[in-house]
């Protein structure tokens, strides 16, 4: 059995990047249980300026995409909506669908992890976003989330009320800029840039195949 570290550069707000890693899940469940992975979730902020509340989802993609057109946009949202169901994932757009700034969550993954439940809030997070449309930026909401993956909301709502993990977070951000990645999802592989985007579970099989194949021996 070969245990690989997988580093995943994403942010919540991200669709690709639960495509992404739900095609990874599919590709480790396919491979089990010759290879297994522990995943590190690191930070990445599509929108820094937004303000907490976010955007409504249209109007963001009207700014960032002006010669789009709506009909074009209902159609990437369809695809989009299309490749989740293919990994298992299910989006619940709506025209009050909203995209908020994500710093916060960041900060709540890196506190997560020191607790050993970063991957099940990230996984959470994800949910609650795109498949509820629940607002993430309002802090009873994101507390209800983190007590259903067994956190202490308590302890979390003082991260949420300092500063706590900003420098942390900023650090990782800044050495995954240093590395390369400038778009995510992106995927390291024991520390290698593997991958990026909302791969299918064959492209993952392939690369951790490669992975497996490069690392010495036996775990």
């Known amino acids: 059995m070969k245990k690989l570290s997988i580093d995943i550069v994403s942010d919540v707000m991200c669709p690709w990047c639960i495509i992404g890693y739900k095609g990874l899940e599919i590709a480790l469940a396919d491979l089990a249980p010759e290879i297994e992975a522990e995943i590190n979730w690191l930070p990445f902020e599509i929108n820094p300026h937004y303000p907490k509340e976010g955007k409504n989802f249209i109007r963001h993609l009207t700014e960032k995409y002006p010669n789009t057109t709506p009909e074009q946009f209902m159609l990437q949202r369809n695809m989009i909506a ?20 994500s710093f916060d969550l960041h900060r709540l993954l890196t506190w997560a992890k020191e607790k050993g439940k970063q991957h099940a809030l990230s996984l959470a997070f994800f949910q609650a976003h795109f498949s509820q449309s629940m607002p993430l930026y309002d802090q009873a909401t994101v507390l209800s989330i983190v007590r259903a993956v067994g956190l202490d909301s308590d302890e979390a709502a003082k991260v949420l009320t300092s500063d706590a993990y900003v420098e942390q977070v900023r650090k990782e951000q800044q050495k995954s800029a240093a590395m390369g990645v400038h778009s995510v999802p992106t995927f390291f592989i024991n520390g290698k840039n593997v991958t990026s985007g909302g791969q299918p579970p064959s492209v993952f099989k392939r690369v951790l195949l490669e992975a497996a194949s490069e690392m010495p021996g036996e775990n």
């Open 82 to 101: 299309a490749k989740g169901r293919e990994v298992g994932f299910e989006f619940g757009f709506s025209e009050e669908s909203r995209i908020f700034n």
